[in-house]
């Protein structure tokens, strides 16, 4: 198994400009999420999805737009880089509620975005 | 690799020792408490995960201890190695239902040979 998949790996955009970073997991995950991680702070949740077709707000969403379209995917959306979103990127996905280890998360290795 | 959290406290500990992290979590609501640990340039990798129901969980050289009177959670890492270099981060699941994980700031674990 690959696990979570993350493409790119980097990438710089200018202001205004729009980019899809695409997370993938073949461990047949429910859960999927996008985290940001700045310097000196945690991991804060941009949005998330509790299934195929399904999507929700996390703590930090503004600027940001998902889909998942297909369970194994999920898509995460700059339609307007600026700035303040330059961070690194991580995807992570967790079983469904109803099984043991539900809240256990498991993540990818990360997209460093920069916007100019 | 990337550089994960600049100004992160730092615990240094010589080889060999044990090694004690600590956090502090704000929601007495918390059902559930897990430990990562993130190597440069990589995303985070699950540690040592607790229930509110247990006081003490034992791993593979990691123990995790929960005091749920002061809101304190503990990683415990024995016969500490270079390879355990790296930062970690507490994570708390606040207990409505929401799956979603609230994480802690990170503590940056330095080993000295």
């Known amino acids: 198994n690959a696990g979570v998949t993350q493409t790119p790996k980097f990438r710089v955009l200018k202001t205004g400009q729009s980019m899809t970073l695409l997370c993938a997991q073949d461990m047949n995950h429910e859960y999927m999420y996008w985290y940001r991680q700045d310097p000196g702070m945690g991991l804060r949740l941009i949005h998330y999805s509790v299934g195929e077709g399904t999507t929700a707000k996390g703590e930090v969403p503004d600027g940001y737009n998902v889909s998942r379209l297909k369970k194994q995917n999920f898509l995460l959306g700059l339609e307007s880089a600026a700035p303040s979103q330059t961070s690194v990127y991580f995807c992570?996905?967790?079983?469904?509620?109803?099984?043991?280890?539900?809240?256990?998360?498991?993540f990818g290795p990360g997209t460093r975005l920069t916007v100019l | 690799g990337e550089s994960v959290g600049l100004h992160l406290p730092t615990l240094s500990v010589q080889e060999g020792d044990n090694s004690i992290i600590n956090c502090a979590y704000s929601?007495?609501?918390?059902?559930?408490f897990i430990w990562y640990k993130q190597e440069s340039g990589k995303g985070p990798q699950f540690i040592i995960d607790i229930r509110s129901n247990m006081d003490k969980r034992q791993g593979q050289r990691v123990t995790v201890l929960l005091n749920k009177t002061v809101k304190h959670l503990s990683l415990q890492i024995a016969a500490t190695q270079p390879g355990d270099s790296a930062v970690y981060f507490c994570?708390?699941?606040?207990?409505?239902?929401?799956?979603?994980?609230?994480f802690g700031s990170g503590t940056r674990l330095l080993v000295r040979p």
């Open positions: 929601n007495s609501a918390s059902d559930y």
């Open positions: 994570a708390e699941n606040r207990g409505d239902s929401s799956y979603k994980l609230i």
């Open positions: 992570a996905s967790s079983y469904g509620l109803g099984t043991a280890t539900y809240n256990e998360q498991f």
